[in-house]
């Protein structure tokens, strides 16, 4: 475990003034850490003790697609915190970073989200009046609904060695809060972000040791669909975990948020703290809880116990603290509450036992925080450190399998990182499968994560990227393509509704029921309108990627709203007029996106199972070719490169199903494409 040999100390932070104050211009409202409508029902048919469930990889092959995986435990090393700028809840958040940075024998970070410069500077202000270091506060500056950031992401993953994230689904009813682990992927840490297609909050999922982790049973209520199998084979290709610990959650009544942090912490590999209900609380919470014991224990951990109760709706805990390296961040309430000294006195003992000498405890009062159903660690997110001293870097795309056609671009992606910063990256190819990189494509560039690539004129079945990282101290590192993919020599034909629709292209739309009317259906009938119908020019609309604006953009088709309880569904299909034997490779595309950061997923229809797919051996619901969440147009695509007659029937047809996994909200169509390479017939 991570300890030293210093004596453990408690920091008297406890009685710092948390007196809320009034919300300034750009704040967010308070809103809880439930959701709106309720706390999801509780399943009567819930275990009442874990289940353990192994990833067996059958659910299709879903990115990330090379690179070993791997979700880092909390209390594995960690470069600093990012936080959601708040002045409600009792200005909790200012205090956390005051106590994170003001320390100068800590050089941890707060990344600080917020919504304007205005707000930036009232930040900034209240951060020194309480003593941070604004040295370490690093501010981004992007859109948000509520506080709770642990629940919407990001959540850190490392990929081949370097820093990537999972994108998992929040709340429909906070899109802001939903887009934020891509913006700050993108526009801040300059990461990767995989949409991974799972509804769950992150404050229900805890990495553990040896790749485990833990979730509560909340995860099936949020995704009916997906078996514990699907569920666990999604962890396990977007986060590296191999054994997924299903623990029951707490009753409604007793715990508004089902989520596990509300009542287990994992404090290292060795030690767990599980709270430890007052008689005569609910019977089912002290069964839940005390069921976790035996469990944790027959996994190796030692168990801690802090209490916990009701007061009314409002659910009592110590577990929802966080840990900073040798920092452990806990709750204490006696100074909004008195009477609640004993409890904290409690905690404080088992805490200390847990952490064991050289950690030192931060109290943090909570007491105004907790009605919300949230408190500390519901509020962060831990931002993983590298401690390499040279980089390390990360081919991304091409991984290998693809095909390349002579003199187009393509979007090359890596990802790099450092102690301190990858200063700069190269790039070559390689046409022997790696043996040797002569060939230079770019040298000095930013780390930026991408590079629109002009493919040579060099035919090869066998080339590779290499990416090579520097840092400022000229360290580098080296990494190829995982597998070999192909430039050739081919023509490449681009369909798409640039000229209009009818001949060789249709568009339908607008919504479905429920998937069962697309089961194994290539024209549903609820489907059969062309979007032209619709509304004149929707065509022209989807005939380029032109637009820029907002959700009104004119340069978009905008799908009439489903009614309530549908989904929205649109078929584009072309008639290919290239044999498929002589096709190489088949590029689909479709940009645009959901409203409210409504994930639209793409498939493809295949002729011989009579299915929508994944091309990749999985059909039906789930088993998509691409998906994407966002506030802003974004890409959906794929290649198809075999079994290439299973798509394309004998009358030419391709059929592409753009599908919106969540009811009663339009989705928005800037363009849709499919691009043919292939090669002339004998």
């Not at 003034?17 to 308070?30: M, V, Y």
């Not at 909790?92 to 024998?105: E, R």
């Not at 805990?317 to 840990?323: C, H, L, V």
Request: net charge negative; hydrophobic share 35%; with cysteine.
């Amino acid at each position: 475990m991570i300890r030293n040999t210093l004596a453990l100390t408690i920091l008297a932070l406890s009685t710092l003034s948390l007196t809320a104050t009034a919300l300034p211009q750009g704040d967010e409202l308070p809103l809880p850490r439930w959701r709106e409508g309720g706390t999801p029902p509780d399943d009567p048919n819930q275990s009442l003790v874990p289940i353990p469930v192994k990833a067996a990889k059958t659910f299709g092959d879903m990115p990330p697609t090379s690179g070993l995986i791997a979700s880092p435990p909390e209390y594995s090393p960690t470069e600093g915190v990012l936080f959601r700028y708040t002045t409600s809840y009792g200005n909790v958040v200012t205090q956390l970073v005051a106590a994170l940075t003001g320390d100068p024998n800590h050089d941890e970070k707060a990344y600080v989200l917020v919504s304007s410069a205005a707000q930036q500077t009232t930040a900034s202000n209240g951060f020194a009046a309480a003593g941070a270091d604004l040295s370490k506060v690093v501010f981004f500056i992007e859109p948000t609904d509520s506080v709770w950031a642990r629940d919407y992401g990001p959540h850190f993953v490392w990929q081949g060695n370097t820093l990537t994230l999972a994108d998992s689904h929040y709340y429909p009813t906070r899109p802001l809060d939903n887009f934020i682990p891509t913006l700050v992927a993108e526009n801040h840490f300059i990461v990767p972000p995989y949409p991974m297609g799972l509804y769950y909050s992150g404050g229900n999922f805890q990495p553990g040791p040896n790749r485990s982790g833990f979730v509560t049973s909340l995860i099936n209520t949020d995704n009916p669909d997906l078996t514990n199998q699907q569920i666990a084979d999604l962890y396990q290709d977007y986060q590296g975990i191999d054994t997924l610990h299903i623990m029951p959650r707490l009753p409604s009544t007793v715990d508004g948020t089902g989520h596990i942090d509300m009542w287990m912490y994992l404090v290292d590999e060795d030690d767990v703290i599980i709270s430890q209900f007052k008689p005569g609380s609910n019977p089912t919470a002290i069964q839940v809880t005390d069921n976790a014991v035996p469990y944790m224990q027959s996994l190796g951990f030692t168990v801690h116990r802090t209490p916990a109760w009701n007061v009314g709706s409002t659910h009592y805990t110590y577990t929802n603290a966080f840990r900073v390296n040798d920092r452990i961040f806990v709750i204490s309430y006696a100074s909004g509450n008195p009477a609640y000294a004993a409890d904290d006195a409690a905690s404080m003992t088992a805490w200390q036992a847990a952490a064991g000498p050289g950690v030192t405890l931060v109290p943090i009062n909570c007491y105004q925080i907790i009605p919300a159903a949230g408190a500390i660690h519901c509020i962060v997110m831990q931002v993983p450190r590298y401690t390499a001293p040279t980089p390390s870097v990360h081919v991304m795309n091409p991984d290998g399998g693809e095909a390349f056609a002579m003199a187009q671009t393509y979007d090359l992606r890596w990802s790099a990182t450092d102690d301190e910063q990858v200063s700069s990256v190269d790039l070559f190819y390689s046409t022997d499968g790696g043996s040797t990189y002569p060939n230079l494509i770019a040298a000095g560039l930013p780390d930026t994560g991408h590079y629109s690539w002009k493919i040579p004129l060099k035919s090869t079945p066998n080339a590779k990227v290499r990416a090579v990282a520097y840092d400022n101290l000229g360290n580098s590192a080296t990494a190829d393509s995982t597998n070999t993919f192909e430039m050739t020599r081919t023509r490449r034909k681009i369909y798409d509704f640039s000229s209009g629709a009818g001949v060789n292209k249709w568009a339908w739309g607008s919504s479905t029921a429920t998937w069962n009317d697309l089961n194994g259906v290539r024209y549903p009938p609820s489907v059969n309108t062309e979007i032209e119908a619709l509304a004149v020019g929707n065509y022209a609309r989807i005939a380029a990627s032109d637009a820029t604006g907002g959700d009104t953009d004119p340069n978009r088709y905008i799908s009439p709203v489903p009614v309530s309880g549908g989904e929205s569904t649109h078929i584009f299909e072309f008639t290919i007029n290239e044999p498929s034997s002589c096709i190489v490779a088949l590029d689909l595309l479709w940009e645009g996106y959901g409203d409210q950061c409504l994930q639209m997923e793409l498939y493809v229809w295949d002729n011989v199972a009579n299915n929508w797919c994944d091309a990749n051996g999985a059909f039906g619901a789930n088993a998509y070719l691409a998906n994407f969440a966002g506030n802003v147009d974004g890409r959906l695509e794929a290649q198809l490169r075999t079994n290439l007659a299973n798509y394309i029937d004998a009358n030419g047809r391709l059929t592409l199903l753009v599908y919106a996994e969540r009811s009663a909200q339009e989705s928005f169509c800037d363009y849709a494409s499919v691009a043919v390479l292939y090669k002339n017939c004998p």
